[in-house]
């Protein structure tokens, strides 16, 4: 079958429709998410690293250099097993910081804007010839497959297509934080079909050449050389060197770094690929011997990179050379697109936005959006460049292995990013600049030189035979070492700023250093206000609105530890739009910190509670035990049954329990963080009042909520301590912790209490009540029979007078009860009132009863004597007195009431002439359902009550008694109300 | 059913597994599968005896 150039740059140009096709159903929700999560599908992702390199130059590599070739997917293997410390660390930062580049990652942890824009220089010169390679790579299968010389236009026909898909797929979206289903789902198909090729090619070359696996060992023993060819490369050649400078690339190659950290879906997918994309690279690579020994066995006229061509023409079917040049058209334009993809948002957020940010008129997303594009289709025309402009002296491996070279310098900077904290820019700049230094010296320029472009003095050949090292152990040698000793001397003798630390902090290790200083910013309006200066009016808004959604707070939030996390999230957020660095500046330029305000312990304490929660790997040992320890102590300050509240030197909320949730209505995580004084009412000024108080308790406090009244006990201490290590020691002394005991129910329980002994009281009284009202009705109604008879005027106005009088008596014997029985809590009707007729008022009360009927009352208050205070309280009060001085009195006893003042106190006395209290019972009278009489007769709370009324009143009562002469009850209450000893609070 | 190893385990069988990857591949015992008579494909089961052993590492690390 003739395999035409038009045929074939056909099939390749609906191969990349094809490609289209599967990226734009998987971006538009087309294909099922699990199965664009699904790890097989990142794993093959990964499989952009095998490019043309692999496909085709593997086996000419096998040829010259044997089972070396082995070096560039084994080093891969030994990075991936090393995943939770390699790999993972990374992933977690680059998600954590939404940092999507190497240089991203260098320029966030060194904090310089000089080592983004190394890196990407660096990385733009390392990979242009790699991009050349894959376009050589095109062009010449199509070369070798229609056996007839491509025309130049194919190879930029090529890269135009790869830059629309690029920028369809992989720069939908203005921001690279943003993932691309599509172009992941795309890049998995690649691989597959890649892996498909070539082991199609493969099991051709073991049946079609070689008649399977017999006539394989047969063609083996008769060409012993073979297999001796292979080894022996290993044995003599840069087995190490090539290990190392793959185990490198595995990770920072700039396509690898994007499909393994930034277009990562799936975080738990990672374990997956330590073993699975190994086993995948194996695969690839398991027919690259079979193929190189079909070529030799068929003597292709060929260069054995091309030999997966050649042979799939010379002995398979007429469709495998289509497969194999879909294979192949596959692994280039995978890498193409996502190295072009990683470039680009590298080059767009370390020099393009640096040197040229767009003014606040213009639309930032679309300018950056136009930024990406444009580099794009530059880097891709670039490498389009390099491949006209190289000539074609150097083969697949050599350009590829020139990139691994220049990616390897990265290893001394990412090291001591994950692992060493004293690593900083000085250290970086200097390593890097002496790696690209030597790199250039003996790798990039011998390349140019050897394509004719530049002529140089530099013997470089030379130096390496005297050092006795291959060109790729020359250059990995004196490169890395130059800089590694840089990196650590820059390190050791520079200094690192505040910046830096931070980030040394957070790539390093789980650092429980909480986020210093207050945002001067009080709002998140202003906070769009002062960004909009520099990200223009609606960048600002879109992406204060997206800050506030990811940490689901409300664009009302004025909390200042809120803020301050607010902020955090922005640059972070702006990190992945604008670039660690530039997010940095804008941050700190428009958000500017009060660095001299202290932390809030609040905020200390939730930081470091949210590192422990979400720890990197979990706490061990000691440090478990006392987790466990901080948890229990935490719980059971928050299950108490009593309100606890701690604030902290700036008067902040760090702890709010369930019981002050359930108290006050008030939500933990809306009142945690906020200083006292800014709850809402009445709790914010209620308990900002008490924290500044003097005194140390309040009792009974009464506040008014809701329309409803509740009554507390608030008591407060303050706390020396925990402190945490970067905390002023005077701000933890400062700190208080105030307890609130709701009094409520005991009160209402009080006030029933209180009723039912009044109805009790009451019910005693009701044959006394039915005398006193059945005599003057008795007499009303003899009164009215006679008047039926009366005609004398005078008599008639006389009955009259009578009745009226008698009515009158039984009004106040119904007033009198009504009063006693009304109902409600004691101190609610605060007024003044003349002690004897409350006196008065009692004692015709106590007469209602039997005993109180054979008694003689005494009243000797003066009429001048008054008091402010509960009258009905007092009036339950001096009837529970009068009524147990009856109980204790004989018939015809005597019980006298007299009243004096003493400066600010009225002092009340109760004496009856009864038989005493036995002195076995005066300690518990007081007490509530204590009774000496019989069962009925007493509910045991007429003197608790009395001693309750009197306390509320801030009074005191004494009981003098003597057995068989009689008690004297004194009561001693302030002049002017003191129901309570605070104003009661209502809202 | 098995509970999750504590992280310095974890990390420990990591480091286990790269210094036996990395002994697989070092001169020693090169010597021996780089050896005349060793079959072809020698390379490629130990290349998947150490992804194995990866996999099995990886699955007692992460899998409860």
Redesign the interface.
């Known amino acids: 079958m003739n395999h035409s150039i038009g045929l074939l740059f056909g099939i390749g140009f609906l191969y990349l429709v094809l490609l289209f096709l599967i990226a734009f159903i998987a971006d538009t929700g087309r294909l099922p998410e699990k199965l664009i999560r699904h790890p097989m599908v990142y794993v093959f992702s990964l499989g952009v690293y095998a490019t043309s390199w692999t496909y085709y130059g593997s086996v000419g590599f096998a040829q010259t250099q044997g089972y070396l070739f082995l070096t560039i997917y084994l080093g891969v293997t030994l990075a991936f097993a090393l995943s939770p410390l390699l790999l993972q660390p990374i992933l977690r930062l680059t998600q954590e910081y939404q940092l999507t580049s190497l240089a991203d990652l260098f320029a966030f942890r060194y904090r310089s804007q000089l080592a983004g824009i190394l890196v990407t220089l660096f990385m733009l010169l390392g990979t242009l010839p790699y991009i050349a390679l894959q376009i050589r790579a095109v062009t010449d299968s199509m070369q070798v497959v229609s056996q007839s010389e491509a025309p130049r236009g194919l190879a930029l026909i090529f890269c135009v297509t790869l830059i629309l898909f690029a920028i369809l797929f992989g720069a939908r979206h203005s921001t690279s934080r943003e993932k691309h289903r599509g172009l992941v789902a795309a890049i998995a198909f690649e691989s597959a079909v890649k892996l498909l090729a070539l082991l199609t090619i493969g099991v051709t070359a073991l049946i079609g050449v070689f008649g399977g696996l017999d006539g394989l060992d047969q063609w083996l023993q008769q060409h012993p050389e073979a297999i001796e060819k292979l080894y022996q490369p290993v044995r003599e050649g840069p087995w190490a060197t090539l290990l190392l400078l793959a185990f490198a690339a595995a990770f920072l190659l700039p396509r690898q770094f994007h499909m393994l950290f930034t277009e990562n879906l799936e975080p738990k997918a990672l374990r997956t690929a330590s073993w699975a994309f190994p086993l995948f690279l194996l695969l690839i690579n398991l027919p690259i011997p079979l193929i190189l020994w079909a070529g030799e066995s068929l003597q292709l006229d060929l260069h054995a990179d091309y030999y997966a061509l050649g042979l799939s023409i010379a002995a398979g079917p007429s469709w495998l050379p289509v497969l194999a040049f879909i294979g192949g058209v596959s692994s280039a334009s995978a890498m193409m697109i996502i190295t072009t993809l990683a470039l680009s948002s590298m080059t767009l957020n370390h020099i393009l936005l640096p040197t040229n940010f767009p003014d606040p008129q213009v639309n930032l997303y679309r300018w950056l959006l136009f930024g990406r594009r444009l580099l794009i289709a530059l880097i891709v025309m670039a490498g389009y460049g390099f491949y006209v402009l190289l000539e074609k002296h150097e083969g697949l491996v050599q350009l590829g292995l020139i990139s691994f070279v220049a990616v390897a310098q990265f290893l001394p900077g990412i090291i001591g990013l994950l692992y060493w904290r004293r690593a900083n820019r000085l250290g970086l700049i200097l390593g890097l600049l002496a790696g690209i230094t030597i790199w250039s010296a003996t790798l990039l320029l011998p390349l140019l030189e050897s394509s004719g472009f530049i002529r140089t003095e530099f013997d470089i050949p030379a130096l390496r035979l005297a050092a006795g090292m291959d060109q790729w152990q020359f250059a990995t040698f004196w490169s890395l070492t130059a800089n590694s000793l840089l990196f650590v001397l820059g390190s050791m003798l520079g200094k690192q700023s505040r910046g830096e630390q931070e980030a040394a902090n957070a790539c390093c290790s789980e650092s429980l250093i909480p986020l210093g200083g207050m945002v001067n910013a009080g709002s998140s309006a202003q906070f769009t206000k002062q960004l909009s200066q520099m990200l223009g009016g609606e960048a600002a808004e879109r992406e204060v609105k997206q800050a506030l959604h990811d940490l689901s707070l409300s664009p009302n939030e004025t909390r200042p530890s809120q803020l301050r996390r607010l902020r955090e999230r922005i640059e972070r957020n702006l990190s992945g739009l604008l670039g660690p660095q530039l997010a940095h500046m804008i941050i700190n330029r428009r958000l500017q910190l009060d660095v001299h305000t202290q932390t809030a312990l609040a905020d200390s304490m939730r930081f470091i509670e949210d590192q422990l929660e979400h720890s990197r790997s979990r706490l061990r040992g000691l440090s478990a035990d006392l987790d466990n320890l901080r948890r229990y102590h935490r719980q059971v300050l928050l299950d108490l049954p009593l309100g606890v509240c701690t604030i902290d030197k700036l008067r902040t909320v760090t702890i709010w329990n369930l019981a002050m949730e359930v108290m006050t209505g008030l939500r933990a995580r809306d009142s945690v963080g906020v200083p006292l004084h800014r709850l809402p009412p009445p709790w914010g000024h209620l308990l900002a009042g008490f924290a500044s108080a003097a005194d140390e308790h309040i009792h009974h406090l009464e506040v008014t909520h809701e329309n409803s009244k509740r009554w507390f006990n608030l008591h407060k201490a303050a706390i020396p301590g925990p402190v945490p290590v970067d905390h002023p020691v005077e701000e933890a002394r400062t700190s208080q912790v105030i307890l609130m005991e709701d009094l409520t129910n005991l009160e209402t329980l009080e006030a029933e209490l209180a009723h039912s002994e009044r109805l009790a009281s009451i019910g005693r009284l009701a044959a006394g009540v039915a005398h006193e009202i059945g005599n003057p009705v008795t007499g009303i109604a003899s009164l009215a029979q006679n008047l039926r008879h009366e005609e004398e005027p005078e008599v008639v106005r006389e009955s009259i007078e009578e009745i009226l009088n008698q009515t009158q008596r039984i009004t106040t014997i119904v007033k009198t009860l009504m009063n006693f029985s009304r109902s409600g809590g004691t101190g609610t009707d605060i007024r003044r009132f003349t002690v004897r007729e409350v006196a008065d008022e009692a004692i015709r009360l106590v007469r209602l009863t039997h005993h109180g009927r054979q008694i003689n009352f005494q009243n000797d208050c003066p009429e001048s004597i008054t008091l402010e205070g509960d009258r009905q309280g007092l009036s339950q009060v001096l009837v529970n007195l009068l009524t147990n001085a009856c109980d204790a009195s004989p018939a015809d006893g005597e019980v006298g009431l007299s009243a004096s003042e003493q400066e600010q106190l009225v002092v009340i006395e109760v004496i009856d002439q009864g038989k005493g209290i036995p002195d076995e019972d005066r300690a518990y009278i007081f007490e509530p359902f204590f009774t000496t009489k019989p069962p009925g007769e007493g509910t045991g709370l007429g003197l608790a009550m009395t001693y309750k009324i009197i306390a509320d009143h801030q009074g005191m009562i004494s009981i003098d008694s003597e057995s068989d002469k009689g008690t004297r009850v004194t009561i001693e209450l302030p002049k002017t109300a003191q129901v309570h000893n605070e104003p009661s609070i209502s809202y | 059913m098995r509970e999750t190893p504590?992280?310095?385990r974890?990390?420990d069988r990591?480091?286990a597994?790269?210094l036996l990857?990395?002994l697989l591949?070092s001169a020693p015992i090169?010597?021996w599968w780089?050896?005349?008579d060793?079959?072809?494909y020698v390379?490629?089961l130990l290349?998947?005896t150490?992804?194995?052993?990866?996999?099995w590492?990886?699955h007692r690390?992460?899998e409860p």
Do not use: C, R
Request: aromatic share 18%; no cysteine.
């Open positions: 504590p992280p310095e974890q990390l990591t480091l597994l790269g990857v990395l591949l090169m010597i780089t050896s005349p060793s079959p072809w390379p490629y290349w998947f150490i992804i194995l052993f990866t996999a590492v990886h690390n992460y």
